[in-house]
């Protein structure tokens, strides 16, 4: 079963914050599920050497089409 993040009493402190007080609060419930999101990630080690050229070997994948495909994957994984 979930924890309950907003029970009577944060409710009533929420009332009370003041514009720098509710920022915070909703910057640790932030922390906090991202930190409950991070959990569930794993790790991937991804050889781009190795990836460049299985892709290479493919085919009709010529150099440009390999350097454009190179730089799709680089982009999507904040390489």
């Known amino acids: 079963m979930e924890k309950e993040l907003l ?4 409710y009533r402190q929420i ?3 003041d514009k720098n007080e509710f920022s915070r609060t ?3 419930i932030y922390e906090m599920g991202k930190e409950d999101a991070m959990k569930g990630i794993e790790a991937v080690d991804i050889d781009m050497d190795k990836l ?3 892709i290479g ?3 009709g994948i010529g150099e440009t ?3 454009m495909i190179m730089d799709i994957v680089s982009e ?3 390489i």
């Open 57 to 59: 070997a493919v085919k």
């Open 52 to 54: 460049r050229s299985q």
């Open 76 to 78: 999507n994984l904040k």
């Open 15 to 17: 009332k009370s914050m």
């Open 65 to 67: 089409r390999l350097n």
């Open 26 to 28: 909703l910057n640790n």
């Open 7 to 10: 029970n009577r009493n944060l």
